[in-house]
Nanobody, 115 residues
């Protein structure tokens, strides 16, 4: 089993920054990829940023240049640095891990950006 716990969400003004963390525990060796997704009220869950086991990174067009995904393999932690936040970034942010073919999600952390 794999457990993912997100933290770092909160309320921030437009133009501000937040750093999300996702701590992974359990049987996390051979993790293929990890990423961040978000879901706003009434909308589908969309990919924000993803990093593969080879450290290849992908970003949604809406966040490219503002958000940076990174991982600390020694601490089994995934990060999302979010700069120049906009009200449209408001959502619940979820961490996702693909481990030996299984897909795991965290419980989510709320990010609210006020205008």
């Amino acid at each position: 089993q794999v457990q993912l716990v997100e933290s770092g969400g909160g309320l921030v003004q437009a133009g501000g920054s937040l750093r999300l963390s996702c701590a992974a525990s359990g049987s996390i060796f051979n993790t293929n990829a990890m990423g961040w997704y978000r879901q706003a009220p009434g909308k589908q869950r969309d990919m924000v940023a993803f990093v593969s086991s080879s450290d290849s990174r992908n970003y949604a067009d809406s966040v490219r240049g503002r958000f940076t995904i990174s991982r600390d393999n020694a601490k089994n932690t995934l990060f999302l640095q979010m700069n120049s936040l906009k009200p449209e970034d408001t959502a619940v942010y979820y961490c996702k891990a693909i481990v030996r073919g299984g897909v795991y999600w965290g419980q989510g952390t709320q990010v609210t950006v006020s205008s």
